[in-house]
T-cell receptor, first 112, second 114 residues
Framework: DAGVTQSPTHLIKTRGQQVTLRCSPISGHKSVSWYQQVLGQGPQFIFQ???????GRGNFPDRFSARQFPNYSSELNVNALLLGDSALYLC???????????FGNGTRLTVT | AQSVTQPDIHITVSEGASLELRCNYS??????LFWYVQSPGQGLQLLLK??????LVQGIKGFEAEFKRSQSSFNLRKPSVHWSDAAEYFCAVGGDQAGTALIFGKGTTLSVSS
């Protein structure tokens, strides 16, 4: 079975622009979480979705939003990009809320 | 405040030597503890997790970790390191078994010398 897939793998945007990152969970997994990993730091929790509903949100501004679709895939949107949004964005899926997280390889976002 | 501290930013170990990576946590409730490994350009892979019960937990790739509540520690160990173990290691704490809203440490980079 395919693992968690994220697209695109790399992305370069300019300050003030908007970006959408996509995640396809492992087949059958119903929960998707998003993490931001700034260079030299550990990942930081952004959102968790389960059955298309938001189940958790980290300490991120409203410029960050996400949604989960009926097929359990997910999108992370970031508006009004800042230089500090440059990071590796990781998506993780789990079978249920009680299952272990399986991470994708991430999307590397560079804001110039 | 909830936090995870990994005191060692970078560790170099000779191939075949033993390894211990330190992790200290601060968490108000019963902690659920995890160790993840990240190779360059890759996502995170779960090595092992501790929820309750036996304080010594076994993971994949020959890793183990010991939970010490009195010291708020969850150190990762491996008796004999292989060159392929070179990677970045993250300790994380969460409030449930799912690893929801995990709090990660800053990571320890492991280099393996021949």
């Amino acid at each position: 079975d395919a693992g968690v897939t994220q697209s695109p793998t790399h992305l370069i945007k300019t300050r003030g622009q908007q970006v959408t990152l996509r995640c396809s969970p492992i087949s059958g997994h119903k929960s998707v979480s998003w993490y931001q990993q700034v260079l030299g730091q550990g990942p930081q929790f952004i959102f968790q979705y389960y059955e298309k509903e938001e189940r958790g949100r980290g300490n991120f501004p409203d410029r960050f939003s996400a949604r989960q679709f009926p097929n359990y895939s997910s999108e992370l949107n970031v508006n009004a990009l800042l230089l500090g949004d440059s990071a590796l964005y990781l998506c993780a899926s789990s079978l249920e809320l009680g299952g272990p997280l399986h991470f994708g390889n991430g999307t590397r976002l560079t804001v110039t | 405040a909830q936090s995870v501290t990994q005191p060692d930013i970078h560790i170099t170990v000779s191939e075949g030597a033993s390894l211990e990576l330190r992790c200290n946590y601060s968490y108000g409730a019963t902690p659920y503890l995890f160790w993840y490994v990240q190779s360059p350009g890759q996502g995170l892979q779960l090595l092992l997790k501790y929820f309750s019960g036996d304080t010594l937990v076994q993971g994949i790739k020959g890793f183990e970790a010991e939970f010490k509540r009195s010291q708020s520690s969850f150190n990762l160990r491996k008796p004999s390191v292989h060159w392929s173990d070179a990677a970045e290691y993250f300790c994380a704490v969460g409030g449930d078994q799912a690893g929801t809203a995990l709090i990660f440490g800053k990571g320890t980079t492991l280099s393996v010398s021949s």
